[in-house]
């Protein structure tokens, strides 16, 4: 099946470009990221009862939606708008030291991303901390694995085009705000 829609700003309804769409963030870790036209597209989704879907953009608030059908040979039409950031940056996490273990791998491969992730004044961190890539269409969950330490590992899948991939990282905290601007790290896969 496929996932497609819209991502607008919830106050002027203009379309918000690179806007990322998180689908099945612990189960499918599939990602849509939105055109110039807000428009995104997931193709290839295993279908599935239901699954959370969740939408990140620079300078918004994260969208914390609810769970979707997706159903074999079928397109889930799953639009929604998002509301800007207003709110003070020490409410805001903050996000440093974005890597990659390896910046060259092949398919097949594995890799391992980190980041340091600290709430802000506003409340404890979320669950929903990750380095995603729109182009390939994946996301890596972030766990914590110290105090201000989260990691997640990768494999990139057979067949992935060779070419230079850049993953943008961001942690939300329970009150759905989240670390802004978002670092990026590129990998290149040969």
């Not at 110039?36 to 997931?42: F, L, P, S």
């Not at 879907?53 to 939606?65: I, K, R, S, T």
């Not at 889930?76 to 708008?81: I, L, Q, R, V």
């Not at 440093?96 to 491969?109: D, P, Q, V, Y």
Request: aromatic share 12%; net charge positive; charged share 15%.
């Amino acid at each position: 099946g496929a996932v497609e829609g819209t991502v607008t700003d919830a106050t002027s309804g203009k379309p918000i470009a690179h806007a990322y769409m998180v689908l099945g963030w612990t189960t499918l870790k599939r990602v849509g990221e939105t055109d110039a036209k807000g428009h995104y597209r997931i193709d290839n989704v295993p279908p599935t009862g239901l699954v959370d879907a969740y939408g990140f953009a620079e300078n918004y608030v994260y969208y914390h939606g609810h769970p979707i059908p997706v159903k074999a040979g079928q397109v889930t039409e799953y639009t929604f708008k998002m509301p800007r950031q207003t709110f003070p940056k020490e409410l805001l996490p903050t996000l440093t030291g974005a890597t990659i273990s390896k910046t060259t791998a092949k398919a097949g491969e594995t890799v391992t991303f980190q980041a340091h992730i600290a709430p802000g004044k506003g409340g404890p961190m979320s669950a929903e901390d990750f380095a995603v890539n729109g182009p390939l269409g994946y996301s890596v969950l972030l766990s914590r694995v110290g105090s201000t330490t989260y990691r997640g590992t990768w494999q990139i899948p057979a067949g992935t085009k060779p070419g230079s991939y850049e993953f943008a990282f961001f942690g939300a905290m329970e009150n759905c705000l989240e670390n802004m601007p978002y670092q990026r790290v590129s990998l290149k896969v040969g």
